[in-house]
């Protein structure tokens, strides 16, 4: 293990482990709790699957349905936090971002790369969270006009490792990714 008090090695940790999530479908960071927060002001959390992570641009990605709650709730507010739990490495990674909608035209490039299975996930009828009155009352569309990507830019990145002894710091866009050791 690299010097436990280098702030700019445990950032590096932090990243090493979320571009693992995007390569590696079983890496912990593949799949984190992302969080939003409801027009009613509801709070909201759901496991997404991690398709990209950009160090160089602050950002990671999450595609989804557009019909979906989570893009109702960002319409509304765009914040939304991520939550990984990687117990190899016994840290926990919190992203806050502020995220930006992009569909259609925009996401056809991306559309292209996602296998013709992984489409059914994108566009149904109706909508999804719409009370059925049967598990399979509904229809699968694989539609490019639902299909969503959430581009996410990282506001701070708070790493919080349980090893002995606990370590906790806290990296904000505002500041360069200058970090702050916390108390865990």
Not at 141 to 169: G, K, N, Y
């Amino acid at each position: 293990m690299s010097d436990p008090q280098d702030l700019a090695a445990f950032l590096d940790l932090g990243w090493q482990r979320l571009t693992r999530g995007v390569a590696d479908r079983h890496a912990a960071a593949r799949h984190p709790v992302f969080a939003t927060v409801s027009p009613d002001g509801t709070p909201e959390a759901r496991t997404v699957v991690l398709r990209g992570a950009n160090r160089g641009e602050s950002t990671v990605e999450i595609h989804t349905d557009g019909g979906s709650d989570k893009v109702v709730s960002l319409r509304s507010n765009p914040r939304a936090q991520l939550l990984v739990w990687d117990e190899k490495a016994k840290l926990q990674i919190r992203l806050s971002t502020r995220v930006t909608i992009l569909q259609g035209g925009e996401v056809a490039d991306r559309w292209n790369n996602v296998p013709d299975g992984s489409r059914m996930a994108y566009g149904a009828s109706p909508n999804p969270g719409t009370s059925i009155p049967n598990a399979h009352a509904y229809t699968k569309l694989a539609s490019l006009d639902w299909f969503t990507v959430l581009t996410c830019r990282i506001e701070s990145i708070e790493l919080m490792q349980l090893i002995d002894p606990h370590r906790r710091a806290v990296f904000m866009a505002c500041n360069g990714w200058f970090g702050e050791w916390r108390v865990p």
